[in-house]
């Protein structure tokens, strides 16, 4: 007697055994009509009326649907959008490839052909599958089972009805599969390689600092130094040229520092907003907060008034920063540094060489960007990285098993209602009473509470792997995308889709353990049992690739953050800052998208075969994304920090994990239906036949590793040629002046503090709000132009990377200091007309997280001089900062200088540089480096790199540094360009 025959008899009438009988079939009653047309109907509805509504809307709105072509430069703009409601169709239709390379970058046109290789890829295994298998399993199940009539029309196709030698179909089909896939990716692995090689000569790449520059970690201890490094990296392999070096600084507690006061300044932007929204009078309570851990020996554990409170912190920070960037120096080098070469050929060769075992035992990579670094893992031991991997690891184990239990509640209860019925009489009652309503529900609810409990996951794994030691962001992602596929395989295709069967079998050979134990696992017939239980799943997977298409539309209508723009305007009270953001440009989350993508892949190529009606679904569902997403990545989304092109070999990788998991779900099928049959001996050649399968794909693995992997990763293996002089191309001598130690320090080290934003409308309040505290002398700042340097938390002593000579300087009162106001905090009035990304998109504050390093916005931080081209960067502003205005400053003045700030912009040329604040003090150069007759102003450039770079320098009448080079050339140092420190000039 079985399981089910128990609960009929009533031994298993109590809640327990009708739990375990469900777990044991999940989805025995799956096939139901109104499901799969409710899910049907539901996807394509709701996916065609949100279309229709981006159509309308999205001539009306570009904040939202084409945030990216409003504030990217002329160089980065994609092709301009007609107004008609279809007028996008044409735009995304007739763009080439090459020519997106350059608009948006080598990441995202990666994974525009990742996208169109998988459409391809399905619609030929559309064919093979529909054209072949579906015939052979609904002939050979008709012939064979005599209720055929009653068998559901989707359950027709599966191979459950079908047995002996029909299976040799499926054996062709698995190698049909593979070759497709296989095939598919030989081309655009191609593809790819060419992309590369032409993104490797591309101008922006060429003219790149972190191309030519190399990373060292784990530098022992006898190697930390400059000179250290350079040994190191000529160890590894000898070049025509030297590097120059930079060891790394211990920068101490600065970043825990400023992380601190961004959150104190948020945390008074939001009380600031929320007290000043009555622009009539101050509400009569002011609010109240409870110290932080590390201020409570001041004010104690009770609430204290929270906005003086924040001010307090946020001055004291400040004062903190400071203080601890004024202690770093070189006497304290960390194990990691960098080393920048002339010649890209000559830091890939080095790098090359020293893939597999550095020098001393030290790592050496290819440097990402400065701003893709994590820097607070780059000291990081090996010792501690490993055990943190460790850890975390386990803790990446314990949660993909925790996430067990949800998951087969899910898969019990959600995929059919009638299960939670059993358990739940009162429930059982309405659902026979409206059979319809929780058929629609059924089809809707399982997929949809499956995607939704996933969304949280990629959080949770970013935050491990930064934990455990990545050194980039970008690695970061690429392992956050091979975690998230691991975790969906393991959850989504084998404990969801074999749980049902695996525990069928285990209760049919505990009903049947008078047999003997090995007689009842003879009779449970496992192959069958799991196979019949995956056919009856892949109509749930129908379902849930169906949604997709749900997904898609939502995406591409921007309901979501349509939607949460909304709550947060009417229902919250944002902040200045708050709603800039909200008009920035979103980030292009490649771990999130990229794994959608493959989920699809591997659950179309393991059910396709079982329910082949997957694989058009499937099709269709890549052929639109394809085009909503083309849209997508030129109008809407940015990719943060371009990889060039580094996730392709993961994402190979994961199509030929997927072809293999289809591969044993097809030998699984012939071995239970096909083998298990008469004539077994005979048809066990089936099984025969697909062992050289798993041996091909290797084989392939084996070819693209050996064409493919190295020349995408690395420029050249061999160092720069001895047929060739070190030269430039017009002819010039290279110059060593990348300034390599301020490019690739720590930003703890120069970063601007934040300063609070407040909405200008509540101006005339703030004499009231810090009354109490505004006189300063005989002085009112409330009366008159006011503004603290915005570098108000840099030294006034050198620290190392750049040599900043700072005081606080009166901008009102050139050569005056600025009277003492240590507890009060600058704050920034905003009009409302100015509360847009666009007017901000060029400050650090915010380009670093809505434009990675301003490429976009064009203003690369990562571009270098090179011989023969212009400058074309600034160091640390990037952009032309907007100081923090003081609290009484004129409203016009600033809402028209913000405007200016990025409408206005002055032409670039020799005489761009940095945009230096009054107050920086003109340090005599013979100070350090001996008697040398000029005097230039304190930048944040190293001195010691000036001198080094050829020639003599001197200055003009206005004081702009001149270098002479030993052809008699004049030119202007850019940077160091100080004719002009009026407030308007740094305003831009």
């Known amino acids: 007697m079985n399981v089910h025959q128990r609960q009929r008899s009533g031994s298993g009438s109590d809640s327990t055994d009708q739990f375990l009988n469900l777990i044991a079939d999940p989805f025995q009653a799956q096939v139901q009509q109104n499901s799969i047309y409710a899910a049907i109907i539901y996807a394509f509805a709701i996916s065609g009326a949100l279309l229709l509504l981006f159509c309308i809307l999205r001539p009306r709105n570009s904040r939202v649907y084409a945030p990216r072509a409003k504030h990217a430069d002329e160089k980065h703009a994609p092709r301009p959008l007609d107004r008609k409601p279809l007028g996008w169709i044409a735009a995304i239709r007739d763009v080439k490839e090459q020519e997106l390379v350059e608009k948006i970058g080598l990441d995202a046109v990666v994974f525009l052909r990742f996208l169109r290789m998988l459409r391809n890829i399905f619609l030929v295994l559309s064919v093979f599958g529909c054209g072949i298998l579906i015939p052979i399993n609904v002939v050979g199940g008709s012939a064979f089972y005599e209720q055929w009539d009653n068998v559901a029309t989707l359950m027709k196709f599966t191979p459950q009805y079908i047995f002996g030698p029909k299976f040799w179909a499926f054996v062709i089909c698995s190698y049909l599969f593979q070759g497709t896939v296989c095939g598919f ?7 790819v390689y060419q992309l590369k090689r032409t993104y490797f000569e591309s101008a922006d790449y060429q003219q790149s600092l972190h191309a030519r520059t190399l990373l060292l970690t784990h530098i022992p201890e006898s190697s930390r130094t400059d000179d250290g490094i350079a040994e190191l990296v000529d160890t590894a392999r000898p070049t025509q040229t030297l590097p120059r070096t930079a060891i790394g600084r211990n920068v101490k507690d600065i970043p825990k520092l400023i992380e601190a006061h961004d959150e104190a300044v948020r945390e008074l932007e939001a009380l600031l907003a929320k007290y000043l929204d009555n622009t009539d009078k101050l509400p009569e309570k002011r609010p109240m907060c409870a110290p932080e851990k590390d201020d409570r020996s001041t004010y104690g554990k009770r609430k204290v008034d929270a906005i003086d409170y924040l001010t307090d912190r946020i001055a004291r920070l400040e004062v903190q920063v400071r203080e601890v960037r004024e202690t770093v120096d070189k006497r304290n080098p960390t194990p990691y540094g960098f080393a920048s070469y002339p010649r890209i050929e000559d830091a890939h060769a080095v790098a090359y060489a020293a893939k597999k075992k550095g020098p001393k035992g030290c790592d050496v990579y290819l440097a990402p960007k400065p701003h893709d670094l994590l820097w607070q893992n780059l000291p990081m031991t090996r010792g501690s990285r490993r055990a943190r991997m460790f850890w975390d690891g386990i803790w990446m184990i314990l949660f993909t098993a925790a996430y067990i239990v949800p ?27 409206h059979p319809t309503g929780w058929g629609i529900a059924q089809g809707i609810l399982a997929p949809t509470v499956q995607s939704l409990i996933y969304m949280g996951i990629p959080v949770m794994f970013r935050r491990l792997y930064t934990h455990s030691g990545d050194i980039s962001k970008t690695s970061r992602e690429r392992h956050v995308t091979a975690r998230l596929y691991i975790f969906f395989v393991f959850n989504n295709l084998i404990v969801f889709s074999v749980f049902g069967s695996a525990w069928r079998f285990v209760a049919t050979v505990i009903a049947a353990k008078d047999q003997g134990a090995w007689e009842a696992i003879r009779s449970a017939h496992v192959f069958s049992k799991v196979m019949t239980g995956l056919c009856n799943m892949s109509t749930f997977w129908l379902t849930w690739q169906m949604q997709k298409n749900l997904s898609a539309a939502t995406d591409l209508a921007q309901a979501w953050p349509l939607v949460w723009s909304y709550i947060q305007r009417k229902i919250f009270t944002p902040t200045p800052r708050q709603l ?32 082949p009606i997957i694989l058009p679904v499937t099709a269709f569902y890549l052929a639109i994304e394809c085009w909503f997403k083309k849209y997508m990545v030129q109008y809407v989304l940015i990719t943060k920090t371009e990889s060039g092109g580094r996730f392709w070999r993961l994402l190979v990788n994961r199509m030929l994990v997927s072809v293999a998991l289809g591969n044993a779900v097809i030998a699984l099928v012939v071995g239970a239906q096909g083998v298990g049959s008469i004539n077994s001996v005979r048809n066990g050649n089936m099984l025969y036949v697909m062992i050289p399968l798993p041996l091909l794909l290797l084989a392939f693995k084996w070819y693209c590793k050996r064409a493919f992997d190295e020349k995408l990763i690395y420029y050249s293996t061999q160092p720069f040629s001895d047929a060739e002089d070190a030269a430039s191309p017009d002819g010039k001598k290279t110059k060593l002046n990348d300034r390599v130690a301020v490019r690739f320090g720590h930003p703890a080290l120069y970063k601007k503090l934040i300063t609070p934003m407040v909405h200008a409308k509540s101006q005339h309040l703030l004499q009231e709000l810090y009354g109490h505290r505004a006189s300063i002398g005989d002085r009112n700042i409330f009366e008159a132009p006011h503004r603290r340097s915005t570098d108000r938390a840099m030294p006034t002593t050198p620290y190392g990377y750049s040599d900043v000579f700072m005081a606080e300087m009166d901008p009102s009162e050139p050569g005056k200091p600025v009277p003492v106001a240590r507890d009060l905090p600058a704050v920034e009035l905003v009009a409302e007309a100015d509360l847009d990304f ?96 000029v005097d230039i102003p304190a930048t944040p450039f190293d001195a010691d790199e000036v001198l080094q770079a050829g020639g003599a320098v001197r200055q003009d009448s206005h004081g702009r540094l001149l270098q002479e080079e030993g052809d008699g050339e004049v030119d202007y140092f850019p940077g160091f360009y100080n004719d002009d420190t009026s407030y308007d000039r740094f305003r831009r």
């Open 185 to 191: 990716l030989w081309w655009n692995y191609r593809a």
């Open 407 to 433: 998951n087969i509640a899910t898969s019990v209860f959600l995929s059919d209602f009638a299960h939670l019925g059993l358990v739940w009489p009162a429930f059982q009652t309405n659902l026979a009473a």
């Open 580 to 611: 800039i953001e909200l008009s920035a440009p979103q980030p292009f989350m490649y771990a999130e998208y990229y794994n959608s993508y493959l989920q699809v892949a591997v659950v179309g190529l393991t059910f396709g075969t079982l329910q």
């Open 838 to 933: 666009e007017n901000f998109k060029k400050r650090a504050e915010f380009r670093d997280r809505f434009g990675g390093d301003g490429e976009l916005y064009g203003r690369p931080e990562d571009l270098v001089s090179r011989p023969g081209t212009p400058s074309t960067f600034a160091t640390l502003n990037g952009s032309g900062f907007f100081p923090q205005k003081g609290l009484g400053e004129s409203l016009t003045r600033a809402s028209s200088l913000t405007k200016r700030g990025s409408d206005d912009e002055p032409s670039r040329g020799h005489e761009e540089g940095v945009a230096y604040e009054p107050g920086y003090q003109r340090t005599p150069l013979r100070d350090r480096f001996g008697e040398v007759d």
